[in-house]
């Protein structure tokens, strides 16, 4: 392994003994000599994004699943306007948190505000990552 590594015996021994702490490219040329993922080295649990990307319809259904098998009751209908070709659909989440009912009136104004110019990009970016933080609570709290 210390010549596949381009290390010293005495290195590598080392390495392995714990007596000194191999730098980083050497692990990587590691893993790479054992077609091993540094996660699977390390025993890492890397942790899925906490802002799953919805770029498709099934992306959203799939999250709404998922937090109907966990408890939160979503009741939805539809609507059709043949005159407009248009396909509404309404959806309600039964949460039982009173903090959480104040999200969406606040969203619709900054949301108007944005708009309408009453607030710019980085005021925007302020105050969502503000409730962000504030909503950043295990939502099994409040199944």
């Not at 942790?47 to 979503?74: C, E, H, M, S, W």
């Not at 969406?104 to 710019?120: E, F, H, R, T, Y």
């Amino acid at each position: 392994m210390a010549i596949k590594l381009s290390v010293s015996n005495s290195a590598y021994s080392n390495y392995e003994n714990g007596y000194s702490e191999p730098p980083a490219e050497i692990i990587i040329k590691f893993c790479d000599v054992l077609d091993i993922t540094l996660e699977n080295l390390l025993e890492l649990k890397v942790a899925t994004p906490k802002n799953p990307i919805v770029k498709t319809f099934a992306d959203l259904i799939y999250i709404l699943i998922d937090l109907d098998r966990r408890g939160l009751q979503i009741k939805g209908n539809t609507t059709y306007s043949q005159q407009e070709n248009q396909l509404m659909a309404h959806l309600s989440l039964d949460i039982k948190n009173a903090q959480l009912a104040t999200f969406i009136p606040d969203w619709n104004s900054v949301n108007k505000k944005l708009a309408s110019g009453q607030m710019d990009e980085e005021e925007y970016q302020m105050w969502l990552e503000n409730t962000l933080r504030i909503f950043n609570v295990d939502i099994d709290e409040y199944l």
